[in-house]
């Protein structure tokens, strides 16, 4: 049990140490206090795993939120310069327009844009109903867009023949539009009887519009040859008397009452017209249906026979017009 | 409780009892809370030689000083003993680097890992290395050598080392439990550290734990441990020499040798006899107390030569002014110090514990527990001095993890 050597510039590697036995044993070997406590132990890594996931998780959901709005600034991406816009709408705009609305200088980083100006901007055009600006370090920016969608054309105040219109959405906005097919546009009916906002004025909604709307998708969908027909809707007398005026390109009026159900007026008329389609004599020229139950109808003045011309309701040139008889009114009572 | 305390367990696996103290450590203080005693099975001499035995009345202890205390134990300091635990003494010796001959700390790493690294039969690991005083230039330099200058820095080490299957038997008893060892305490100096004073240690002295089966002894020097050792020769040799005499059952003679037994014969006359029960049931029988205290201190006296003998040129009455301390179970017997001083030539007297200590563990069977709570705290400390425990949410998972 002793023995001494002293030693001097070699040096063993260390003899194994006690703290080298494995400790660990297999669950048989254990008490039954032991395997309850490896499984309370496990209990409780496992509970600590999951209050560690859910701090972590709760702490990433805080910051995407935050970052989404825009309150949180990375840090790393102060200096980025942007790259990439990058664009997702329900509609038609398309990244060129949203380069051109929202003029980014060209050095412009990440952290220097104001995105709540450049928000301001997108929705200023009128056709984004909402937006959404996000920095996507680390160089881009993302932008989300919810768009309108016209219903009808309005007449710009002073604007030629050739002129663009503007635009008239559900909600009453007008606003021009960018990017639809003109085919589309071409279709929409005129809008008459409201004033159009300035070239510099901020587009103020139009009062009725969404009842406007609600008639015309109505149409749309239900009677397609009527909404085609129809080549101006005049609101002037929404507001007044409940009234919406469709003047169709033959130049028929009809007129839907704002308080009845759509459907059944249109139903009517269609019911009328078919009537109409099968006397070739009588020449319909006014439909009210905002009456209730009943619908007036106002048939076109008959011209006065002209003896030894052809029967037409064209006038015959260098003959003076004879004086047209009354047009009769029609009463009708259609459920 | 604050989770910033730590409930440390002294564990102390004996031949007849299974010993466990709770310790609440707060860094700075210790406070002993809990304690649980469980009479040992499976355990012969030390070592555990019937693994459910030795977990059953393990686990029991562990569970009632648990249940005491009111808390549960985070680790587990066990004090080691048993025959084949082994010690050498190797030195080494360095050339200090600097120009101006100022020893460094790799000077001093240099010189200690020299020291330390002597190789070990296989199967035989490190339990503990005793570092025995720096030397400069031959100078003793009680402390850190470091900043002293000199030309040549010497330090010695008394490696003990013991089996590895043997070691682990006893962890694993802990470990069924589900519990960890953080340090393993070699007995002898664990009780040593409780029942001596730093000074005592520093002018030398010599500490004995008679247990039931084996005697663990350690020579201070200097300050520091010498020289230890473990003989398997404990209480129940005595025992056993009684029952062999006088054709006694083992507890019959048990309880004899608590009675009458002597370290040295002290009864004049011959013809005293005394009962083996005293109550004069049927197999009660009277005995020679002269014979009884012949045969316990012939053992006795036996037992501290063999100490003698093992001790050899380190055990000198001249290094070893504080005399020879005894404790444990076994040094009860009546005379054990007077015995122990006619052989070592040296006073010797019963180990106490500290006045500090509480009433009811100041039994010399908790000297070993006690110190195993003390010495081992100062020993973690040493070997981790960086590991603070961390308190709140994220130390609390961090200890949870770590424990896995």
Known sequence: ?335 | MSSSHTFIGAVEIGTSKVSVLVGQHTGRELAIIGRGECPASGVIKGTVVDYKAASDCTHAAVEQAERDAGERIDFVFLAQTGSHLEGFYNEASASVKAADNMIDRDDIRTVCELAMSKELPAGRVVVRHLRRPFRVDGRLVPTSPENLVGQRLEVGYWTVHGQEQRLADNMHVIRGFNLEVRELVLSSLASGHMVTTPEERQHGVLVLDIGAGTTDYVLYRDGAPHTTGVLAIGGTHLTNDLGVGLRLTHSQAEKLKLRFGRALPHTRDKAEKVWLDGNYSIGDRQFPRHTIEQVTSARFWELLEVVRRKLGNAFSPETCPGGVVLTGGTAKLPGAAECAGKIFGIPAHLGETPAWIAQDLRDPGYHTALGLLYYGINSHAERAPSGRRRAGFLGSIGRLFSST
Not at chain 1, 62 to 74: E, H, I, K, N, Y
Not at chain 1, 99 to 105: D, K, N
Not at chain 1, 150 to 169: I, K, Q, S
Not at chain 1, 265 to 279: C, S
Request: some cysteine; proline content about 10%.
């Open chain 1, 1 to 335: 049990m002793g023995g001494c050597a002293l030693k001097e510039a070699t040096t063993n590697p260390l003899a194994r140490s006690w703290r080298d036995i494995p400790q660990n044993v297999k669950p048989r070997a254990m008490s039954r206090e032991g395997r309850r406590r490896v499984k309370l132990r496990a209990l409780r890594i496992a509970a600590a795993a999951g209050v560690i996931g859910l701090a972590g998780w709760g702490a990433w959901e805080v910051t995407a939120a935050l970052r989404s709005q825009g309150g949180l600034p990375g840090a790393a991406g102060g200096a980025a310069p942007v790259r990439e816009l990058s664009l997702s709408t329900d509609g038609v705009l398309d990244k060129a327009w949203l380069a051109r609305t929202l003029a980014l200088p060209p050095d412009a980083s990440l952290m220097d844009l104001d995105l709540e100006g450049l928000r301001a901007r997108l929705l200023a055009s009128g056709q984004a109903r909402s937006a959404a600006i996000v920095r996507k370090f680390p160089s881009t920016l993302a932008v989300s867009l919810s768009e309108r969608s016209p219903v009808a054309r309005l007449a710009a105040p002073g604007a030629g023949p050739g002129d663009p219109a503007l635009l008239v959405a559900r909600d009453g906005v007008s606003y021009q539009g960018t990017g639809y097919d003109p085919a589309m546009t071409g279709s929409l009916p005129w809008l008459v009887g409201e004033s159009a906002p300035g070239p510099g004025g901020r587009p103020a909604p139009i009062p009725g519009m969404g009842t406007v709307a609600e008639l015309l998708s109505r149409a749309q969908l239900e009677a397609g040859p009527i909404y085609r027909s129809w080549k101006s809707i005049d609101v002037s007398r929404l507001e007044t008397d409940g009234e919406i005026v469709a003047l169709t390109r033959d130049g028929l009026r009809e007129t839907f009452g704002a308080q009845e159900d759509f459907y059944r007026q249109l139903a009517k008329l269609d019911l009328l017209l078919d009537a109409a389609a099968g006397k070739p004599g009588e020449v319909i020229r006014d439909i009210n249906l905002s009456l209730g139950g009943q619908v007036s109808v106002a048939l076109a003045p008959v011209p006065a026979p002209v003896p030894g011309a052809a029967p037409g309701p064209a006038s015959v040139s260098g003959n003076p017009p004879s004086a047209p008889s009354p047009a009769p009114v029609l009463q009708f009572h259609i459920n």
